[in-house]
């Protein structure tokens, strides 16, 4: 039972990483714009889509490698 634990608290950390690297990219992106070019560049609902699809599909795949691992080490 405790494995199985693990293995779900994995799941959300990866998912967690996922989510923030992408918040990452696109607030490096908007300071890089707004540095060089000016500003004028806000955060839309294009933005919060491409962080919640991009990190959703990211942390999917962080899910199947953990998966592989942990069914490779039982």
């Known amino acids: 039972m405790n ?5 779900i608290l994995l ?3 990866a998912f967690f990483l996922a989510f923030l ?3 990452a990219v696109k607030l490096c992106v908007m300071m890089y714009v707004a540095i060089f070019y000016g500003g004028g ?3 839309d609902a294009r933005d919060t889509k491409f962080v919640v699809v991009n990190g959703s599909l990211l942390g999917l795949v962080f ?6 691992a942990w069914v490779r080490n039982r």
């Open 11 to 13: 799941y959300l950390m």
């Open 21 to 23: 690297g992408f918040v």
């Open 3 to 7: 494995n199985i634990l693990r293995l």
């Open 41 to 43: 560049f806000g955060w």
């Open 63 to 68: 899910s199947v490698y953990a998966t592989v």
